[in-house]
């Protein structure tokens, strides 16, 4: 179940420098990859059926050629690297970060080379100081030792990218604005495949994990990846434990395992010996999933999508049997109400009126009009803004009501007697 | 008369090394936002005006912008931040707890606030203090930041 491909360094001891990293293999993917044609290595990454990480879960090599054949005039592009990490319940891309930048650094060296780019921005969110640090580091030693900056690998340049507090710029339209030194607002998009742009010319925006599973299947070949997982979710992620569990971390394992059994053994178990009450299986913003269903889910996109819940980040949030679910979902509100970028109005008034009314809940001063008021604001929600937080807020509130309603009437009713 | 912001020499090498790196020079507010409030520990009307004439962009656009992000302030800060996170993960083990303890022990030199998910779940519940990063925070841990704090 557990693999070591993304997190192959990650034990061991300052493999985050430069030396160590080369010692355990670190940049040996760049010689016999980069001799071969761009186009080349965006096949075997189609092949190799690689996926997002960053939440989204799409094919990663349809984004390198919707990037790499958009036209432009200068011949510039860009790879945008999200290292945003703000949805709760996810900790995995800082692990790559701390633990093996130069990986990291690798994958953007060949992505680079795969889409025609020479420069590369990691946008790390501003908290992330201390990581921050330690990718600085790294690249500087990179450039030192000749992989960046003019050099036979390409002459990339890497700039790290500090953000300063904003979960939405974790979405990859709202990060471009963010790094062209505006507010970060998504942009309004047309419905179409095509790539991103950064002050006009083409970029790829991919996250962290993508980009570090690249050397790996450049390496070894698309049949190496595709060797784990299942068909339609290849490969690997790095899986995330938190919240009631006996041993939260990150933990890379192959697609298609049983999230039971993940929680049971390599999770350890319930804290406190107590039972299974229900899962956020893929950040704060997929829906939840109640202990009665999990034994039936496999952690991949697809058996996730059946449950009416999503496969997201893969950063499980685990609740024991005295969860308070009106307390759980009140809590995850007052996040999208904070963090809503406020540019469309049923999800700036949308967020802050459905936290108002769960506080209502909290204080057990709801009514039913409240419940209906609730499912109204979900529904207004969704799909009428700019980007999708607002319609994931919408999910993560029916997806409460769906399998919880029982507590939110018993909420309404200990107010009336 | 008015005081005028300058960077620090450090800083002003810092400037130009930033502004090869970014195709339009409008890109690097972030960055020189960041460079003027670890300077002066927040952000100056004069520190913002200074950024606007170096980008020759409106002093208001980097107002706009530096209000959009909550790292940024615009106030002379305490000596100390705690920030305690307050989402799911940190909340389903004792987030409330930790927070009533530093609201209890901590004296007038430290600001304590809410924040929302730090991507440290797993270390559940946890804090950052004055930036750093304190996970897994039991009673020895909260006893040991009082006391790195002086408090
Ligand atoms: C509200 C919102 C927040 C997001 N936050 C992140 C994030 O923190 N990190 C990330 O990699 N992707 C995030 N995404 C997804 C990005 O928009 C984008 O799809 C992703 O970075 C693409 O990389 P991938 O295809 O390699 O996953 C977010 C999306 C939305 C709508
Ligand atoms: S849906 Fe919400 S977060 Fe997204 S652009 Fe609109 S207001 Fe901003
Ligand atoms: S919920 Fe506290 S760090 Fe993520």
Redesign the interface.
Known sequence: MLVKIVSKKFDIPNAHTIDVALEHGAYSALEDSLVKEPKELRDIIIESNLRGKGGGGAAAGNKWNLAANQPTESG?RYLIVNAD???????K??QILAKDPHLLIEGIILTCHAIGAK?SYIYV??????FITILEGAVDEAYAKGFLGNSKYGNI?V?V???????ICGEKSALIE???????HPRLKPHQPESEF??G?PALVNNVETIASVPFILENGADAYKAHGTEKSPGTLLF?????INN???YECSFGHSMLDFIEQTGGGIKNGKKLKAV?PGG?STPIIPAHLIKDVMMDYESLRSFDSALGTG?M?I?DED?DMV??LK??L??YH??SCGQCTPCREGTSWADRVMQKFVDKRATYEDLEILRSVSRTMNGKTICVFAPACSDVIDGFLRHFEDEFIACIQEEAC | MRKIFELSPQNLEKLSALRKQYPEQKAIVLPLLWMVQNQLSYLSEEGMQFIATELDVPYMHVYSVASFYTMFIFEQPKKHLIEVCRTLSCALNGADDVKAYFDDKCDDDVEVIEVECLGACGGAPMCAVDGKYKESLDDAKLEAILKELKC
Do not use: Q
Not at chain 1, 125 to 130: N, Q
Not at chain 1, 178 to 184: K, Q
Not at chain 1, 240 to 244: F, I, L, P, Q
């Open positions: 510039t990490e703000s949805e709760p319940g996810t900790f891309d800082r420069s969110r501003g908290e992330y100081e201390e340049d700039v990218h500090r953000g300063a507090g904003a979960y963010s790094l062209e030194g505006n507010r970060g950064y002050f010319e995330a434990m938190s919240g009631h939260p971390g990150v956020i704060a950063g949030i609740m969860t307390k759980a809590n995850l007052h996040f904070h963090e």
